[in-house]
T-cell receptor, first 116, second 109 residues
């Protein structure tokens, strides 16, 4: 079946611009995660949704970062007033996890954000 | 100190070799563990979950040592196509995954 999809795949933004990154999880996956991956590093947790509820946003680096999943399916990660340090790959993952059960996460192809 | 630490490598091995990677985690409350494979400029792909009793999938064997807080991945009979970065992840009760920085493997002909 279809995996996790993300758009756009590449985004170049001028410093100070706002960007919106979209994630479409695997159908039926209630849990959705956003990660930031810098070059040469592993993915770093940003935020986690179970259905439409944002259960953990402890990894968002600043109040310029905002994520939503209003209908419990597609999610958008928004970054306001982008800075050069925001340049990274933003990965979305989804899983069947519900409650406190840990399940495997499946990743989308990522959005490569470059802030100039 | 990072939650999950890995030797960045690279591990350069000939085809057919056996290679092992370790990964240590600092949170003793970590519940579940995973190995992912990541090719250059691609997303991480799940390789295997790591169970307490250890598990094997073809040429790949994963083991968990809770007492010493490490997980390992053994690859037997390495193929050229195994060349990639291998990421380990530890998950807490709340589905938060902590990833290491990855170990790079180069399998040479």
């Amino acid at each position: 079946g279809a995996g996790v999809s993300q758009s756009p795949r590449y985004k170049v933004a001028k410093r100070g611009q706002d960007v919106a990154l979209r994630c479409d999880p695997i159908s039926g996956h209630v849990s959705l995660f956003w990660y930031q991956q810098a070059l040469g590093q592993g993915p770093e947790f940003l935020t986690y949704f179970q259905n439409e509820a944002q259960l953990d946003k402890s990894g968002l680096p600043s109040d310029r970062f905002f994520a939503e999943r209003p209908e419990g399916s597609v999610s958008t990660l928004k970054i306001q007033r982008t800075q050069q340090e925001d340049s990274a790959v933003y990965l979305c993952a989804s899983s069947l996890a519900l409650g406190q059960g840990v399940r495997e996460q499946y990743f989308g192809p990522g959005t490569r954000l470059t802030v100039t | 100190r990072k939650e999950v630490e890995q030797d960045p490598g690279p591990f350069n091995v000939p085809e057919g070799a056996t290679v092992a990677f370790n990964c240590t985690y600092s949170n003793s409350a970590s519940q579940s563990f995973f190995w992912y494979r990541q090719d250059c400029r691609k997303e991480p792909k799940l390789l295997m979950s790591v169970y307490s009793s250890g598990n094997e999938d073809g040429r790949f064997t994963a083991q968990l040592n809770r007492a010493s807080q490490y997980i390992s991945l053994l690859i037997r009979d390495s193929k050229l196509s195994d060349s990639a970065t291998y990421l380990c992840a530890a998950a807490d009760n709340f589905n938060k995954f902590y990833f290491g920085s990855g170990t790079k493997l180069n399998v040479k002909p």
